[in-house]
């Protein structure tokens, strides 16, 4: 069973185009074109080097060559301009909401679209912004994913912004949430139905016409298909899913497993007989409504609202304890538009497997809020199960978490988080006296965390709201199904299919995204042959377009579970 899960998964687009792989075939590609006489546009997500395109293309012996960096503000004057979104906390920023010019000098930006104008010969610029200079030649983007940026910024790369390649990683990625990517992914869609070649540079560049793009993520958005998974360390991190999906033994454990976070993951296309990677959140920007559905895009715009990812604590250690943002305190603290509502889906479990879940009857909380704070200090240990109910976890149990909750999973457990899709806003109140990988102490967040902690939420509420609260919808030779979650203050709904033989499913006018928790292989088909046969393995998580509208799941050698969550009406 281990060996079927899927570490790239394959797109199949159905589109047997070019794909130009390296700078030596990319030039040769953009020669054939005849540009003696013209404007090489290299608009480049931010993480990606103006150097690198300019080494790879100048053998085309530009006449001119600009780098937009140096039409930049002064980066003193950058820091000062985003401070208000930048803040002094180590991971939590505000929501940007400028555009990508405001990062430019006016008068540099004037005096070199003069410059463009006034060339002879081939013009190259290159770099993120690169469009703001003129609207003619031809409109290259080179590409990048999220992950390949934290693995670039962990090696040292500064943000594009600012001059920071010292600075940790966790304030590297707070200014590419909060500022840089956002104004990244609001210019590459202004951008995208102009673009006429795409390049993904996560590693050797590979080049595909643009056009061929928008068709592949149009087909995309009408079928099932997964997302590339990535996976990273953690100090409560496990050794299930080193095991169970053949994972590099060199890592000491894997804590993450994230393939179902589309801001994050990508997504691999075929072409032919070659692959592009893209950033998965190309698909939800340039096709939000048959992606996610009319009320979906209609209540979140082009946002993606429902993550999956895997927590792994087997012979691993305890979570954080945590809590997660209200949704007026996450709008008004952080500029987010909803919250981090959650739950935990048990994917595997052992004899130690638990769930930390909502504060104890009867609490003093006057007296937690000072064994907390005194905690923080270092001055004593924070006695969780004094205040904390820990429950234990079975498989496939479903413990749901509406923001405000204190929570976190035990050690021995394999959880499955089924999420609405803000990912960073977890409030720490206490991390069981650890040190970071990074051997820095994990950053926490007890003032935060107090103003949203939810003291109604105790054992008797717990039990009552947020444990066993399945209910049987449907039950035959065929098919069960069963409603899971999550609680009414959360906005999405989960369903648990058990096919014995076969079940369709209406995608109620939402995307759904899924994941095989037991079994070994199931099978999704269309009903009407609009998208190829699509096959799911153990543990792993897909999605499902609204737009498909209904679908059939078969079993295959023996019974298959899915769990499904959509955004209820």
């Known amino acids: 069973m281990s060996s079927m899960y899927r570490l790239h998964p394959i797109t199949e687009t159905g589109i047997n185009d070019e794909v130009s792989i390296g700078y030596d075939a990319i030039r040769k590609r953009i020669e054939e074109k005849g540009i003696i006489d013209s404007i090489l546009v290299c608009e480049a997500y931010p993480g990606i080097p103006e150097d690198e395109i300019i080494k790879g293309l100048s053998p085309l012996a530009p006449s001119l060559i600009i780098k937009t960096s140096a039409l930049l503000k002064p980066a003193d004057e950058l820091e ?11 991971v939590f920023g505000f929501m940007c909401h400028k555009d990508i010019k405001s990062c430019f000098d006016a008068e540099k930006l004037k005096d070199a679209a003069d410059s463009v104008r006034k060339s002879s010969g081939l013009v190259l610029i290159a770099g993120p912004g690169a469009s703001l200079l003129t609207d003619k030649g031809t409109l290259l983007y080179f590409d990048i994913t999220r992950w390949e940026i934290q693995l670039r910024y962990r090696k040292g790369m500064p943000n594009w912004l600012f001059n920071n390649p010292e600075e940790e990683t966790l304030r590297k990625f707070k200014r590419g949430y909060f500022i840089e990517w956002r104004m990244a992914d609001r210019h590459k869609l202004s951008l995208f139905s102009n673009i006429e070649w795409y390049i993904s540079a996560d590693a050797d ?3 595909i016409k643009a056009s061929s793009l928008r068709s592949a993520l149009k087909r995309t958005a009408k079928r099932p298909f997964r997302m590339e998974p990535y996976f990273d360390p953690g100090v409560w991190g496990g050794q299930w899913m080193k095991r169970t999906f053949n994972l590099p033994a060199e890592k000491a454990n894997y804590a993450w497993s994230f393939d179902g976070v589309p801001e994050e ?12 990677k893209i950033p998965a959140i190309n698909l939800v920007l340039t096709n939000p409504l048959p992606l996610l559905g009319e009320h979906v895009y209609g209540r979140y715009g082009a946002e993606f609202p429902i993550r999956f990812d895997i927590l792994d604590t087997m012979e691993g250690g305890n979570l954080s304890l945590q809590v997660h943002p209200l949704t007026g305190y996450i709008q008004h603290a952080f500029g987010m538009n909803y919250t981090q509502d959650e739950s935990y889906y048990i994917l595997a479990d052992s004899e130690d497997s638990s769930v930390y879940l909502g504060l104890k009857n009867g609490i003093d909380r006057d007296e937690m809020e000072k064994d907390l704070l005194s905690a923080e200090k270092g001055e004593t240990s924070f006695d969780a199960e004094k205040y904390v109910n820990k429950f234990r976890a079975k498989k496939h149990d479903h413990f749901l978490i509406p923001a405000g909750t204190v929570h976190c999973s035990g050690k021995g457990t394999v959880v499955l988080e089924i999420s609405a899709t803000p990912y960073i806003f977890t409030f720490k109140l206490w991390d069981w006296g650890r040190t970071g990988l990074d051997g820095k102490p994990r950053p926490l967040h007890i003032a935060h965390g107090l103003r949203n902690i939810q003291w109604n939420r105790d054992t008797d509420w717990v039990k009552e709201n947020l444990i066993d609260q399945e209910k049987q919808i449907h039950d035959s030779s065929d098919y069960g199904m069963c409603r899971t979650g999550l609680h009414n203050l959360e906005p999405i709904e989960t369903i648990r299919y ?5 079940a369709t499913i209406n995608t109620e006018d939402s995307v759904n995204m899924q994941n095989l928790v037991e079994g070994q292989e199931a099978v999704i088909e269309s009903l009407d042959g609009s998208f190829p046969r699509f096959e799911v393995h153990h543990a792993e998580t897909f999605i499902v377009p609204a737009s498909v509208k209904q679908y059939r799941i078969k079993a295959v050698n023996g019974d298959a579970v899915l769990i499904a969550a959509r955004i209820r009406k």
Do not use: C, H
């Not at 000062?80 to 180590?90: G, L, M, S």
């Not at 058990?498 to 076969?502: H, V």
């Open 205 to 207: 560049p590979r080049m």
């Open 498 to 502: 058990t096919i014995r033989k076969e």
């Open 265 to 276: 993951n990508a997504i691999i296309l075929s072409f032919g007989k070659d692959t592009v």
């Open 80 to 90: 000062a301009f985003f401070q208000d979104y930048i803040t002094d906390d180590r």
